[in-house]
């Protein structure tokens, strides 16, 4: 079963990889495309918190096409990020303490990222997940506060994720947080 799986996730991975993308700006859409278009473009995520709607302000939407991950190689990277990625991701961003300060965090705060840690109520999240394509590399990954903004991503990746089986695909809107802090100011 893992070998069949793993080579599922791996022959669809490479025919999204090698298919032909059209860029959207270059079509003639017509007007119910355009309105569509404008709104998979809009700078503002809607998802779901305890049932209700929350906007996350100025988080784009990018269709991707989602595909589960291989269980083994989703854990190494998971490992991989739990034992260093996390913590030279959190002293990086630490370097620049005038962006910090800038962005709201607290002396408290700095020193708990100078020393590789996460300040309380922030996650470090990566915009496409490693449950998907997604990868550690720095600029796949956001330091964001934990609610509502961190939980309604995680809610909407659950409402689809889960029922998922590897190398399984769905394209779906993705929220993706610019930068490497969101909110940039709290």
Do not use: C
């Not at 669809?12 to 119910?32: H, Q, T």
């Not at 620049?96 to 002396?107: A, C, I, M, N, Q």
């Not at 990566?126 to 796949?140: A, E, V, Y």
């Amino acid at each position: 079963m893992y070998d069949a799986s793993k080579k599922n996730y791996k022959n669809n991975l490479e025919k999204l990889n090698s298919s032909k993308r059209v860029d959207l700006d270059d079509v003639d859409l017509g007007k119910e495309a355009e309105k569509l278009k404008e709104r998979l473009e809009r700078p503002d995520f809607t998802g779901k918190l305890r049932g209700e709607n929350v906007i996350l302000k100025e988080v784009k939407v990018k269709e991707i096409s989602y595909i589960k991950r291989d269980t083994d190689e989703l854990n190494i990277l998971r490992n991989d990020f739990n034992t260093s990625v996390r913590k030279n991701f959190l002293e990086y961003l630490s370097k620049d303490v005038e962006y910090l300060k800038e962005s709201g965090f607290s002396e408290k705060d700095i020193l708990k990222l100078q020393n590789g840690r996460v300040p309380d109520g922030w996650q470090v999240h990566h915009k496409l997940p490693l449950d998907d394509s997604g990868t550690n590399s720095f600029d796949n990954l956001v330091l964001i506060k934990n609610d509502p903004f961190h939980k309604v991503i995680t809610n909407y990746q659950n409402s689809f994720a889960k029922q998922l089986e590897v190398g399984e695909i769905r394209n779906v809107n993705w929220p993706m947080p610019e930068g490497n802090i969101y909110p940039k100011k709290h």
